[in-house]
C-alpha cells in the first residue's frame, strides 16, 4: 500500500535515510498492511530545511495565484477520490461511506481556502499625525507545522494545510503513524497539482526523530496539533522555548441535553448515528446524554433499538455500519470505562463488551449506559468509543450547570423546539461550538474549535486563516 510513498522532502518521495521503516496494522484483521519509512532526526531537520526554502518562493506568490493553485490541489484530490477514501478505510476500518464524505470535506477545505486567500484584507486608519495614517496588513507567519491525530486523517490534515498555503506559509506534516497512507496520498495530490519543492514536507516516525526537532527549530514559526489534551498541554510547554503560534484541538466530553419538548423521533435518529458514528472515536461526538426525566425511557428505548440494529464489520463491506476501534488499547479502555460504570451502579442496557463475533479486530458493541451518575469515569472523561452515557434532569438551570460541569469545552448539543430556550441554552452552554438540533459542526466556512482544557485557535472559516498570518502595523507620513 505504500510502496509509492514514504517521506517527502524536497518535493519527492524518498525513504528514510537509514532505511528504517516500521508496519501499519489493519484494525479490522490485526494484520499488517505494509510498511512506512521512519524518519531519522537527521530527515526531519532536512524536511524543515526544505520548508525553510519552500517558505522563500510560496510566499511570493499572489494570493491570486495561491487560490489558483489550491483549487488544483481540489481537482486532483476529486479525480482521486476513490483512492482517498480507500486509504482511508483500511487505515481506520471506518464505513466506505463515511471515509467518501472525509475525503469530500477535506476537498472542500482546499477549496474555501483557495477563497480565502484572495481575501486576506488589510485596512487603513487615520493617524492623529499630520499628514500621517496607519496601514495594517497581514503577512504569512512563516514555516508551520502539523501533528495530526488518526480518526480523521484525511479532514484533520486538510484542515491544517489548506489555510496554511493560502496564508502563504509552507509546512512541515507529521501525521499519525497509525494513519500515515492517508496524508501520503492528500500529499502527493498536492505534488501532483504542481505545489511548488520544498512548500509541502511529511514525516513519519516516533516522537524523538519527527517532534522534537520541529519543536525545537527556530524557524518553524507555527505549530497546529489535533490530538490529545495531554499532548496539547505539553506542545505548549515546548512552543514557549521558541516563542511559536500555537492553535489546538484538543479532547472534548461534549453534553447532549434533551428537553421535555424535543422531537424524538429526530433526537433518536440524528444522535444515535452521530454517537456510533467512526466508532465514537469523534472529539465533538456526544458523551455525557441528559434526557429530561419525562422522556428518558422512551429515548432509552428508541437509542437502545438503533444501537442494536447497527452492523459491526469491514468498512469495506457496504452493509457495514460500524467499524472497529483503533488499536487494543482503546478496546481495553472501554472495557474499563464500562466495568468501572457498572461497579459503581451504572446497568447495561445493551453492547459493553467486546464483539463476540468477530475473532480478529478491535471490534466493540455499540454500548448504551443507564443510571449514570456525574461521578462516574464515564461522565468525568471522554470515552472517545461507542459509549452513550445516559442520565436524567428536571431542571433547565440544573442540565446547564451540570453540562458545564467539565473542564473540556469543545462542542455541546441539546434538542428543544422551543426559541427562547435555543437562546438561553446556545448563552449557557460553555463550549466553542454549540448544536441545536443538530451535530453538524464540521464545515469548512464554520469556525472548529474549542474552549477551556479542549484547546485553542479556529480551524475553518475566515477565522482558519488567521492564525497562519501575523498583523503587520505601519505609520506612514507624507
Known sequence: MYTKFGLFL??????????????????????????????????????????????????????????????????VMTRRRAEGATMITMETGKPLVQSEREWNLSID????????????????????VPGGRFEISHEPVGVAAAFT???????????????????????VIRPSSQTPG?????????REAGIPAGVVNLVVGPTSTTYAPIMAAPSVRKVSLTG?????????????????????ELGGNAPLIIYDDADL??????????????AGQVCVTADRFFVHESLHDAFVKGFVERAKALKLGDGMDAATQMGPLINGARLDE??????????????????GRRSPAHAKGFFFEPTVLTGVTDTMKVFEQENFGPIAAITTFRDDDEVIARANASDMGLSAYAFTQSAKRIRATVAGLKAGMVGINSF???????????TKYSGMGREGGIEGIADYLDTKLAQIVL
Open 182 to 190: 492517508v496524508a501520503m496520498v492528500m500529499v502527493d495530490c498536492i
Open 149 to 171: 491525530a488518526w480518526n480523521f486523517p484525511a479532514a484533520l490534515v486538510a484542515r491544517k494545510v489548506a489555510p496554511a498555503l493560502a496564508a502563504g506559509c509552507s509546512i
Open 109 to 128: 477545505q482546499f477549496r474555501w481556502m483557495a477563497e480565502e486567500a484572495r481575501r486576506i484584507y488589510g485596512r487603513v486608519v487615520e493617524s492623529r
Open 228 to 248: 490529545s489534551t495531554r499532548v496539547g498541554q505539553q506542545m505548549l510547554r515546548d512552543a514557549a522555548d521558541t516563542v511559536k503560534k500555537t492553535s489546538m
Open 10 to 75: 524536497n518535493g519527492a518521495w524518498c525513504q528514510a535515510s537509514d532505511k528504517q521503516s516500521a508496519p501499519v496494522f489493519s484494525p479490522v484483521t490485526q494484520d499488517s498492511l505494509g510498511s512506512v519509512p521512519y524518519a531519522t532526526h537527521t530527515d526531519t531537520l532536512e524536511a524543515i530545511a526544505s520548508a525553510e526554502k519552500g517558505f522563500e518562493v510560496w510566499k511570493k506568490k499572489s494570493s491570486f495565484e495561491r487560490a489558483d493553485a489550491l483549487h488544483l490541489v481540489a481537482d
Open 440 to 450: 453538524a459542526m464540521a464545515a469548512s466556512e464554520a469556525p472548529f474549535g474549542g
Open 334 to 351: 472501554m472495557d474499563s470505562i464500562v466495568q468501572s460504570a457498572v461497579a459503581a451502579g451504572a446497568k447495561v442496557a445493551t453492547g
Open 265 to 278: 423521533e429526530l433526537a433518536l435518529n440524528v444522535s444515535a448515528a452521530t454517537k456510533y458514528a467512526n
